[in-house]
């Protein structure tokens, strides 16, 4: 059993929260884990910026235009995590775009986060047939679950097919957009999560894009195992006061 099949069978409610490593400086990668951990944040999707993110909203787009102004690689993400692990149970997922971890070399990548202590991967731009003759031996290797992504235009048989391939757990996009915080969830996006819901997959289910506080974090619980928050952190840290007082107070108004 995996960490995170561990995870997900003996936690319900699950808050992942996204940040973009190397924001809002070079060296708060660091600061903002030890906060997310200090908070008891159950999952931590660590971002590595990329230039052109197309999956992201303006705010995360920002956010890693920022961190790669200020200098942040994936070399740098590595070394400033290598031991991160130590002393915490911190369950951690990356999540990036596959053009610059190519650069690094695929092999190369998952060997470092794997040493690192990484849980799982979210590359939304590495297509699932892609990843089942390329690359899914390797991942397999390294004990490194590949986190696939569902809209609600993903059809049955499609989810199907990445349910059976994928592992970890499904990332739910809300709706077809970019991530972004949105005020509420709608009868519409409550239907789609029904539907999921309904499915039975074998992979437990995480709902993202549109999640920013109390109201519509325990929505998406009601349907999915718990719920990733992006944007809404992102503008958190762009606060007032430290990263640890941005953090606490963002973490007890998603918790509510």
């Known amino acids: 059993m995996s960490r995170l099949q561990s995870l997900f069978q003996h936690k319900k409610d699950i808050l992942s929260v996204y940040f973009t490593a190397g924001y809002p400086k070079l060296d708060s990668t660091r600061e903002v884990i030890a906060a997310l951990v200090k908070n008891g944040v159950d999952l931590i999707e660590v971002g590595f910026p990329f230039s052109d993110p197309l999956a992201d909203g303006p705010v995360i787009q920002q956010s890693s235009t920022v961190a790669l102004e200020n200098g942040i690689t994936t070399q740098i993400i590595l070394e400033q ?3 991160v692990r130590q002393g915490t149970p911190v369950h951690l997922v990356a999540m990036g775009y596959l053009n610059p971890i190519l650069q690094f070399g695929m092999e190369n990548f998952l060997k470092a986060i794997a040493d690192i202590g990484f849980d799982g991967v979210i590359l939304p ?4 047939e892609v990843y089942q003759e390329e690359y899914q031996t390797v991942f397999k290797q390294y004990g490194i679950d590949f986190i696939c992504l569902i809209t609600p235009q993903t059809s049955e048989e499609r989810i199907r097919l990445i349910d059976s391939v994928s592992s970890g757990f499904i990332y739910m996009v809300s709706s077809a957009s970019t991530t972004g915080a949105k005020n509420g969830i709608d009868n519409k996006q409550e239907e ?3 539907r999921i819901a309904g ?5 437990p289910t995480l709902i993202g894009f549109g999640i920013s506080n109390s109201e519509t974090f325990q929505t998406a619980c009601k349907w999915a195992n718990g719920a990733i928050v992006g944007s809404a952190y992102i503008k ?7 990263i640890e007082e941005a953090t606490s107070d963002f973490v007890q108004g998603i918790r509510g």
């Open 81 to 83: 995590l290598k031991d």
């Open 125 to 128: 731009d590495l297509p699932l």
């Open 192 to 194: 789609y999560f029904a």
């Open 199 to 203: 499915m039975k997959l074998k992979n």
């Open 236 to 242: 958190a840290l762009d606060s007032k006061g430290s």
